[in-house]
């Protein structure tokens, strides 16, 4: 097919959000090959962006109101980003010639799926495609290894920082788990934003880890991916950094709570990744610990991280 115009793509959030929608973009990709197909996305996101085959531009884009189309109308506008309103009216600014999105009462004239709460994030998104008779691989999630050098290899990553703290397992179980192996002679890092250095040194300080062992603050997007890439383990909540581990295919042992593992967890199929949940949802902005998420035990996951390195399904 000839280049006939550019497919808008928004999906203006974090990094656990873009992972989850790389197999809908694949099959925008194959669905449209003619056209440049263009993700608005933030900014810092973009070394990712960038290793996904099917995207040919990040238009730059921090959030809700923050679109900024200038050119030609695209032939389709896609709202991977919500169900509207506001993401909606986003993409209207750009004028496309279609829009592909969840149905929302302040636009009766779009016509769209309703939008399904109990979905998985990656299900909503390719069944919103498959809306409109586009085909999409649920399974595609997998992204090529960083073209920068790890910090470090084979390492046991500990990431015990998430977005809110009720999906934030305490930082002394964190330690417990960390000390356990390095005992069994495990190199184990812990790694974080710039925000959670404190939490980050807190967990290795019970653990008994050096300082050189803490990343968190010292790697920009890129290297994180690609410490986990390298890695031999991740161990974190529910968190972008999990995600990153079905990305690149490294075992990982994954908290959940209080959002359940079968909304946002790693494929079901995928047997060197194990999402642990005690049953219990809750509210995931919450200001403490969920409730269920302080059922899992240490040993729980001590457990869980020798059953997938026993597996030795490293980037299987």
């Keep these: 097919m000839a280049l006939s115009g550019s497919v808008l793509v928004l999906r203006a959030l974090g990094l656990g959000d873009l992972l989850t929608a790389v197999p809908a973009l694949r099959g925008l990709r194959a669905a449209y090959p003619g056209d440049r197909l263009i993700l608005a996305a933030p900014e810092q996101l973009r070394g990712l962006v960038e290793s996904i085959d099917a995207v040919d531009e990040l238009l730059p884009t921090p959030g809700l109101g923050a679109l900024r ?87 046991v990553v500990i990431h015990p920082g998430a977005a809110y703290p009720a999906r934030r397992w305490p930082s002394e179980r964190f330690a417990r788990v960390a000390r356990a192996l390095r005992a069994d002679g495990r190199p184990v890092v812990v790694t974080g934003s710039r925000a959670e250095v404190p939490l980050a040194n807190s967990v290795a300080a019970q653990a008994g880890l050096p300082p050189s062992a803490v990343y968190a603050g010292r790697t920009e997007l890129l290297e994180l991916a690609a410490l986990v890439a390298e890695a031999e383990l991740v161990i974190c909540g529910d968190t972008g950094v ?45 200001d403490r610990p969920d409730s269920g998420l302080l059922m899992v035990r240490p040993e729980r996951v001590l457990t869980a991280a020798a059953e997938v390195l026993g597996k030795g399904a490293h980037h299987g």
């Design 69 to 155: 189309w200038a050119g030609a109308p695209p032939r389709l506008a896609v709202n991977l980003h919500g169900r509207g309103p506001e993401s909606i009216r986003d993409l209207r600014t750009a004028e496309p010639q279609s829009l592909l999105t969840h149905r929302h009462p302040d636009f009766p004239e779009l016509a769209g799926p309703d939008w399904r709460a109990d979905l998985h994030e990656v299900d909503r998104w390719c069944r919103l495609l498959e809306y409109r008779g586009i085909a999409s691989d649920r399974d595609a999630l997998r992204l090529p290894a960083p073209p920068v050098p790890a910090p470090v290899s084979r390492a």
């Design 242 to 286: 999990g995600h990153l581990a079905t990305a690149f295919g490294t075992p990982s042992v994954l908290l959940f709570g209080p959002t359940p593992p079968h909304t946002w967890g790693p494929p079901v199929t995928a047997r060197h990744h194990i999402a642990l949940w005690a049953g219990r949802t809750g509210d995931p902005h919450a």
